[in-house]
């Protein structure tokens, strides 16, 4: 019995197109992880013991066992090197561009956020603002205690001094 096939998986060259992106990622893991390895000191410690076995395998042991001939100066070794660095630099440079790829989203939404901090920032000082205009309204209208406690002095000199008048005035 045949399959059905689905309305929502893309048929022909567009599934091919679409089953491509994942190798690309696949291969742009590795440069990074080539890029990776060639940048430490292990990688430089193997190679350069590589090499010394290699000149000394080439020098020391029997003509019958040599393989890459010290007078003609180690040619094989010149050439595995050389294909080792022409492959190195491209992917590294691979491994770099994927990099900045990262960075520019990364730089991009730092921007975003940035943009946003900014108009909560404003924001909330439009609102500190509104509300130290409501307080100094507020406290224009209403009375401290000290202000209380003058006015309720002032009127009892005046009352102290009322009945003192009253006094002499009446008969």
Known sequence: MARPSRLDT?????????????????FGRFTEWVARAMGTPAFLVILTLFCAVWVIWNTLMPDALRFDDAALGFTALTLMLSLQASYAAPLILLA????DDRDRVQIEQDRQRSE?????TEYLAREVVALRLALEDRNSQTITRDVLRQELRTLLHELER??????????
């Open 96 to 99: 770099q561009n994927r990099q």
């Open 10 to 26: 893309p048929l022909g060259r567009a599934g091919a197109l679409r089953s491509s992106a994942p190798s690309r990622d696949r």
């Open 116 to 120: 946003r901090n900014l108009a909560d």
């Open 162 to 171: 009322e009945p003192a008048a009253t006094d002499e005035t009446t008969p």
